[in-house]
């Protein structure tokens, strides 16, 4: 894939050169990305969720949410985040792979997922060091109100990882658990409304549509929620 970048050489040594410091926290095997996935699972009542980083030869899954674990580390021809990564702006979704698989991916790589969205993170200077997927074993649509939710959450995510690199060793648990206290009852919300829309016999009903909202509403109070938190954070540090 190497030979057919999107962007050329120079860029791609700049992306990689702004990619290195969170490739340092990675290498810490910082809490902060399993954090990170787990939340954006529970968002989207998905099974898996991962943060990715894009290198120059792997593509790294340092927040790996999945039953049974998804790989933690795969070559960057084996992954659709190294394709995602290189589209900014854009949320990259996959209905139904089994239908409709990536092309610049091998179809062995794509066989234990059948629905793949993913938003770029992108540090303050524009470069894309990596990406916010959500997947799933079964083909499912994705609306323009969930992916506006994707969008947010991977500008959030790049915001939290900046917060890990400033913040002091000793602070920045304390800092991650304001933000945990704040979103936990909220997402236990989104829970029950989703238990509770599986129960209705239609989609289309009048009742499932209502929890569909409810849902959507849950999920952009917990992102404003996190935003607040995080720029407190900021404004706490030294």
């Not at 992916?147 to 304390?174: I, S, Y």
């Amino acid at each position: 894939m190497a030979a057919n970048l999107p962007i050329s050489a120079e860029q791609e040594a700049e992306r990689l050169r702004a990619l290195k410091p969170y490739r340092a926290l990675e290498h810490a095997h910082h809490q902060i990305f399993g954090q990170i996935a787990t939340l954006t699972a529970r968002l989207f009542a998905a099974p898996m969720a991962q943060v990715s980083l894009v290198d120059a030869d792997e593509v790294v899954y340092p927040g790996n949410v999945g039953e049974p674990p998804l790989a933690s580390r795969l070559r960057r021809e084996d992954s659709i985040c190294a394709v995602a990564v290189y589209q900014p702006n854009t949320t990259t979704v996959f209905s139904n792979l089994r239908n409709e698989p990536c092309r610049w991916v091998s179809k062995e790589a794509q066989k234990d997922f059948a629905f793949y969205a993913s938003h770029p993170i992108q540090t303050v200077t524009g470069q894309p060091i990596g990406s916010l997927c959500v997947l799933d074993r079964k083909p499912r649509t994705f609306t323009a109100a969930e992916r506006e939710v994707l969008q947010r959450m991977a500008g959030l995510t790049m915001k939290l990882l900046d917060l890990e690199l400033l913040a002091a060793p000793a602070q920045a648990p304390a800092l991650w658990a304001a933000i945990k206290r704040r979103v936990d009852l909220s997402l236990q919300r989104i829970e029950t409304l989703t238990a509770l829309a599986r129960w209705e016999m239609s989609p289309e009903t009048t009742t499932a549509q209502a929890y569909r909202a409810s849902i959507q509403e849950e999920r952009l109070l917990i992102l404003q929620d996190i935003e607040y938190e995080v720029s407190a954070a900021f404004a706490r540090l030294p």
